[in-house]
């Protein structure tokens, strides 16, 4: 059983489209993260909500952590393909940090 | 900056063959991970060494031993390569615990193949 599951597992859309990729679980965690992966990289933190009902914007990015604090959200706003990758959501139900298995967005020019 | 460095890049293996894979920071973090990242699996936690002295299973901790060897480094040894241990390997460390909130830094990955 997957820990955090996050939906949708691939996205492809266009350029200056919206989109929004969901992280859930039915644990409550203190912090949620998010990561993103470009190929051959490894991940990269974006972002860590750490109140429920948090918001927290980055550009164009804008994340949400539920009031529960069992899930959060990630929202972009006219997507650029710069934008492209795999995002992971991460928790701590112990010590280190549990992933999801991510959502892979490719935004198309 | 080098952060997390984890050498080697690439590797190929034969099927019983033992290899070590290395991995170092420079952050002075007190805590450091081994991951592994399959398609479809999503990155798993292998073993951690929450500090200096210390290490703890992950999820997948069978077929693999880690060492660390001091605050620095923190390596990685297969014993007996499978197949099933195809997979990119991620170093990872952080200041501290995941669950309160730390940053994790991961290098850039090391690509196994075992045949």
């Known amino acids: 059983t997957q820990l955090l599951e996050q939906s949708p597992q691939f996205l492809s859309i266009q350029e200056g489209e919206n989109l929004t990729v969901y992280c859930n679980s039915s644990s409550v965690f203190s912090s949620l993260q998010w990561y993103r992966q470009e190929p051959g990289e490894g991940p990269v933190l974006l972002v860590t909500?750490?109140?429920?009902?948090e918001v927290k914007k980055l550009k164009r990015l804008t994340f949400q952590f539920g009031d529960a604090r069992k899930d959060s959200s990630l929202h972009i706003t006219a997507a650029q393909p710069g934008d492209t990758g795999l995002y992971l959501c991460?928790?701590?139900?112990?010590?280190?940090?549990?992933f999801g298995k991510g959502t892979s967005l490719l935004v198309t020019p | 900056n080098a952060g997390v460095t984890q050498t080697p890049k690439f590797q190929v293996l034969k099927t019983g063959q033992s290899m070590t894979l290395q991995c170092a920071q420079d952050?002075?973090?007190?805590?450091m991970y081994w991951y592994r990242q399959d398609p479809g699996m999503g990155l798993r936690l292998i073993y951690y060494s929450a500090s200096e002295g210390t290490t703890d299973k992950g999820e997948v901790p069978n077929g693999y031993n880690v060492s660390r060897l001091n605050k620095r480094e923190f390596s990685l040894r297969l014993e007996s390569a499978a197949p099933s241990q195809t997979s990119v390997y991620f170093c990872?460390?952080?200041?501290?615990?995941?669950?309160?909130?730390?940053?994790?830094?991961f290098g850039e990955g090391s690509w196994l193949t075992v045949v």
């Open positions: 909500v750490v109140t429920g009902g």
């Open positions: 990872a460390s952080s200041e501290g615990p995941g669950q309160l909130g730390n940053t994790i830094y």
């Open positions: 952050m002075n973090h007190n805590s």
């Open positions: 991460a928790g701590a139900p112990g010590y280190a940090l549990n």
